[in-house]
């Protein structure tokens, strides 16, 4: 589960991004608490922007096994593109975060109607992000930086405008 927090400045400027800060949450028994504030929630993990999970293959499961059988419970799914590099590592600790950027601005010079109006927080935007993640600390161990993969579960999105 990942926090978001969304900011921009209301101007009625063309061109002005939507910043989103994206956080790793544990969520347990509807308690919602940020990894990495203590031991026992630390949990790094890759992430990876517009990729996917697929299975992992037999020879890196077989190497898993052979190797760090301690790992294997982590196993299972890798990234899609073994050249991907994650965008972030989060989790480690409370304050980690990545950025995302919205470009409210216009698409095309000279065309008003694909330019917002108003800006945040009274423009809507709307799409995709695709994000996938992976067990950093067991990937880099068995050397295997696109294995262990997991899926991202949902998103808990908070509003601010303090950074205006």
Do not use: C
């Amino acid at each position: 589960m990942y926090s978001v927090t969304a900011t921009s400045p209301l101007l009625l400027h063309t061109h002005h991004p939507l910043a989103v800060n994206w956080s790793p949450m544990l969520i347990e028994n509807g308690t919602i608490t940020p990894f990495g504030t203590s031991l026992n929630n630390i949990l790094e993990i890759g992430i990876f922007r517009d990729q996917a999970l697929i299975p992992d293959t037999n020879a890196h499961l077989a190497q898993i096994n052979s190797t760090h059988p301690e790992l294997s419970m982590y196993s299972g799914l890798k990234i899609d593109n073994d050249t991907a590099v994650p965008v972030a590592v989060v989790g480690r600790h409370q304050w980690d975060d990545f950025p995302t950027d919205i470009d409210l601005g216009q698409m095309l010079t000279g065309h008003a109607w694909t330019t917002p109006t108003f800006g945040y927080p009274l423009e809507k935007w709307s799409g995709n992000i695709v994000f996938v993640g992976n067990y950093h600390g067991p990937a880099q161990i068995a050397n295997l930086s696109t294995s262990f993969g997991v899926s991202i579960d949902g998103a808990y999105l908070v509003d601010s405008l303090s950074q205006y």
